[in-house]
């Protein structure tokens, strides 16, 4: 139980506060006074002072605004995922910020200084699935992490992976990306002893289906360790993997 | 077109065979005659003197029949398969045969010699996918092909595969045989420069969907020279893969 | 590289070991001397002493020859998954163990001092999911990690997962075990701000088809820090909640 | 049995209407004179003097032309759905009418006066779930309900929902509007005691499926008192929800 | 914000109750308390003193201990479902109460007096439809409404539902279940001027998939005021109906 | 409209039956007494004097009753379907009929002479499909059909179909009949020039996923003149067939 | 056996034709001299003198010669499907023929003079439906039928149905063509004694998923005598009825 | 194990390769040095000089750089697999190719002589699956092959493979291609008795779902010898088809 509640109780004891006015602030902000949860549980505080913006659906405009409204409250590291180069034009006509093309994200701001337990390793199986990996790497050096990328390391070619092996035995964590068949997961999940985040991609032809290959192998993984996410989502493997190198 | 239509016609143009017996002759054996097809395509000739039955679906006196009558038409090596041991015992009966019970597999008569250009390696994911591998390894042997088992070399344990390397380069053609997420045959068609026959099997938990996941995760295998036969079809590999090592 | 391979060489420079016999060991062993993998890559050594043996699919007596071995090897702290109570009874009559039955868990040995980061919290949506939560549960403080359970706070009854939202904020890592409609993993990645696993459950009726439902609905979670295991999987995931626990 | 057909009946009796023509009047107008439906039960009579036009598929000059032949007939309040900002541009130039673009609906003549038994609460769980909202909205406004709009308060960020409570509690009916993993259904089908109308929405990315991870989350709710209609179905919850508020 | 609150505020300034014994009661019961939920939101108060017992997965002796419980607590009147013959004949041994075999359905105590709008009429295709419409029907009678069954009216005899039209016309709420092609809510749809609450039966055959035809023909209605609940989910449509039909 | 409305109304007119009588006449046989439909539109008067009883789902002392109540209004010849053996013994105590134990089809009376234009054919891929044929070729039968078998005459070997193409090339109508990948269907419907109507069967292993393969494969076929109905529906077949076969 | 080959016997044995020329001319021709099979089994000749091009995937310079080689063969009656109007356009330029754009369908020559059994009746539950349908009926004109058209008779206004049930009890065959739900068949197939082909569209919303849910309906419609051909095949349904408005 | 690490250690005894640089030896290239693989396992080298590029997904520049890369290293026959015409245009103005557009295949250099074993007949069900088949029919060629196009000889019309059958009796390998129902696999699988490729595609209408009905159907097959690749996979199946073909 926090301490707003108990002065809030103290107050109205001794009489500094009425208790229509007790009543009143306990039911405008009922789980921030109790301790319950933070003031935005959606948007939760990253590591540093930064925030998050999700960019697709939302215009120019809007974007600049949530930006403008984030540095007014003294947030001046922003990630900004999902912005297509058009939109991003758009915005930086108003505000500035890094805008990195291949994993759709704009940076205003800086990236935290990498602070994480170890490394990250960011695998993917081809180069097609590139704009996933560079969502999710981004997002976790944003967030304080080192990150080591390992692309094109499909198991069609298997001498890839393995003579990059050392890389993954001393990864923190590691974040598999594969279209296709999605076997990536399965082989680093053999070879590495830490946490290893599978995302499936929308990569693939034929009997693919837009991802469903790929995450179906991937939650069949018989590999101890390894844990999904959703098709194509770079920004919740980065954001998941950063918050596991930092935990303490 | 075959020599038994030109011998009718000859025979019609000599008289010493009627136009309405020539007409019949036609009629009858439409195909065989005519060169088109051999006596019974859907149980085309294997190797040797052999023939396959399928067991399910059938009693055991029905099997025991059939058995006979191949015998009686000189077919002495038969491969019975679907088999349970129940059955298996019911045949055993009033015929004598071989009966293998991990792969269900009975077999009359003998295995051919092997005759292949090279070996067969049978390979699982696990321990619970053997009895399909059985069902593989026993079809090829049965068809002249000497045959390699590798079993549980699942890609989640890597270096099980890796230290069986030598056996998957040398091989003829590889049956790679997995359930849950499958990856082990785009492990196999990424080091083997032979056919790769992967079979998905239905053992898996959640998500595999009873061999889908598998199945799926083959058909999008990016690496080269494999291809796909249904969940736990044992035999349509063994059987191709001995037509494949005995080709000429 | 690891120090064998070094070692090694060494010896063939000295003379003390021959071509040949370097070459045999290093073909023989040759991910383990070459330091990219561990002995056994599938069964990787979990915290402290102590091995896991998967039970489903395998014979009492094949159980109590596999916890034979590992206890001569000295192996003495082993966890037995999938164990159902008629195949538990038959094991203990050859080797001690303590047997969880609602988790289909057997412990061989103890289970690890807590040595974690901080608490796993396993919570549950109804009281059909406690089987799995319990597997994870087991698995959890068997690899060293304390366990708080909360079972049957569904967000059909939203009062019984706020009432307990202390220790959701407090907990290392949480693992959201729900069936039907699985919106306990959303709710609760909204108020944790730790990895949350996310277990789908076959558990349900109608549309629900043996956990789909649920397994789109979690992989579909828009709260961050959330991933996904298979159906079912409790083991999967209180073995990744225990590696996260003892991240440094 | 209606009035209509005993008239008819005692018309023909007294002579003063021909066999004939009674015999056509039956058939013309069969069920209506029977007493067994409306006039046209496809567009059932709402409350009030209203009609609705389904506008997707019809062209400006068709949608025209309804609302000019409903105004004839004395139907001067009309709803038209589905009504995209070009089309309603062009139907603008012959007739008036009210066009809110958000939720793609356009008002000629006006809203009901509400008349609800209590007030309806349309929530959403994210912002790109607002044009679902508005058609579910706007069309129960102009059938006479007054509307409570609770937008962007999804189950991920707990305490958006939970300081909106009171609205819930309040409220004469719900219509719960989420894409993604849809939970919110589930968690407002526990806080309240009135009906719940959940709209699954095709809004999402990865295995959403198009609206489908939501529909099974919905349908699979634990909570009870909640029921379903199809994808994005706005009109049917607002319909649905109206005809509820007006139970009598 | 209920007087509860207001009361202990008011106490805690009269000193009567200290702040620790404040704040302890309000985090105690945080919900109930604050106004915003009913002590147990899960089981919501029915009309009535009433409570249900969801049946299956919980022992005969589980479920004869809730019902001790409840009457210990004043709460006579209890719905057990989803109670097989078997269990049902445990459950009678230790308490008294009526069992309902076709819809598999105990009511400890009785129904509640019919208090509602009108009539729900509770209609099924087929006549394998009606274990789950009898389970909606003594449902919805339990909460005190007036039930008219028309079973067996399914669309392929159109004449049989027409016949019975006056009831549908007249009804307060109509429960429409069906398997096979799920036709009847459609029809009754369009017929209907009220609420429809369609459920999916598993009845079928061949292509039916155990229901997944009938919900989506439901989903799909084209007709204005119906809604679906789960496959084969009587309670759920007998509950909302009843809810409906008090509505003021 | 019918001429019992007319001298209904002709009756009203001449004073000889009362405007009530006349409304309650309407009433009570609303489509019966206007000529819109027979008396039992479901269970519609088949060829002769002949009536169908589905036996699934049904006791044998309801089948036996149905029987019994047919008997008395005239109707001796019966066709029950989905007899299992042991529900048709226990009928058998009670009413005499013929029992075929292959298509689980029991007849009471005999079937009707064939009356049809020509002969039906019923095809089947295999000899597992041989149930639903006979269901389907009994059912003709009954209805007075003539009817060729050609069992087991899939395409997989091909002779086996084409040395049958006489018969397939004189029928009135083929019923093709498979499971597997039910490309039956396409063979034979791009050889006949009458109506084919093809049902897929669950018979099958893998990925037939109990007729979905078959069932595809059959809606798709590019032959003219093929229609598809419900897997395992050899009644239905049987019954169109006999209809088409007696269209006049 | 034809009479085509008893010649060629003949002739062989009179020496007027060689063994090398009998055996080259059974080779060339083998089905169509052996009775077999018409000259071209995939375009079976149609009612009178008339032929099917399916223009989908074809260029209009393909279209226009394609029909420039059946009129120098003498085939004067054209029947082109998927035609769209840019397409008809260029035919036009070069070939005259009628262009009918709702169901783009053009027709060289012209239709056939009915000549069928009775009508057929084309029923469709929305306008939507209605370019389906029109290729349904206009194929069924061409080949000699007389349609009669019920259009947007869908059972959610069960009156629009019922008062065209004159036609349909009329009818020789009917095709009932809806999207949404497809209740349609059934209700039509309660009503009719005649053949109906159901034809799903893919007309719909939401979970429609692209003519599924209908195609599901209509699989497992309840009424005797329906099939069902696949989503939107207007021209299979067309050809279809014709044929069997043409037994004899 | 390979002579270059025996090498390697007969050089470290001798002291002319230093401990240390006989350790960076292994490591760099671990698994060609061991014997354990090829240069490229995933570019695994084709029969002659010759390499593959796949096409979608890489800019004309990255493309021509490839083929430039590869010609440097004395690569002179290159193959480029999903080249649209305007990138091959692009391609084609900074080096040297033919162009094949109906594969959107690209050669460089020359294919090499047909060395096989026999010939591949390459075999469609319809003339749009004619691009799949160019595809796999100029793989083959360009890999040594001798290629026989069966094109448009759907099972619909089942005289047009008949009267192909020697072709297909002859062949070594053949290659089955097929959307809709993708019957002509088991046909095909039935008449010839040497592997059998299948490849489903996406070309078909309704109930097709993009390539799935043909895939299942083809997965199905009851031919022994047939196995599938990935839906369109036009290329997978050359590819292997001329490895088969190569086997010695």
Not at 108 to 136: H, L, Q, W
């Amino acid at each position: 139980m926090s301490n707003e509640i108990r002065d809030l109780l103290e107050s109205v004891k001794e009489g500094t506060v009425s208790v229509e006015d007790a009543l009143k602030e306990i039911k405008l902000q009922p789980y921030e006074d109790l301790g319950y949860a933070k003031p935005d549980l959606h948007r939760k505080k990253l590591q540093g002072t930064s925030e998050v913006i999700y960019g697709a659906g939302k215009t120019a405009a809007q974007i600049a605004g949530i930006i403008e409204s984030f540095r007014k409250n003294g947030e001046d590291n922003i990630l900004i995922t999902r912005l297509d180069p058009v939109k991003a034009a758009e915005v930086a006509e108003t505000c500035e910020f890094t805008y990195y093309e291949e994993g759709q994200i704009g940076i205003a701001g800086c990236k935290a200084e990498p602070s994480g337990i170890g490394k990250i390793v960011v695998a993917t199986g081809g180069t097609s699935d590139i704009p996933v990996a560079e969502e999710a790497a981004l997002t976790a050096e944003f967030l304080g992490n080192e990150v080591v990328r390992l692309y094109d390391v499909g198991v069609a070619g298997l001498h890839r992976i393995l003579s990059n092996m050392d890389y993954i035995m001393d990864a923190s964590v590691v974040i598999a990306i594969a279209g296709m068949e999605g076997a990536l997961a399965s082989v680093i999940g053999g070879m590495a002893d830490c946490p290893v985040i599978a995302v499936p991609t929308s990569v693939g032809y034929g009997a693919s289906f837009g991802g469903i290959a790929a995450l179906l192998s991937m939650l069949n993984s018989c590999a101890s360790g390894v844990s999904v996410v959703n098709i194509d989502n770079g920004f919740g493997a980065g954001y998941l993997a950063g918050m596991i190198n930092h935990m303490k």
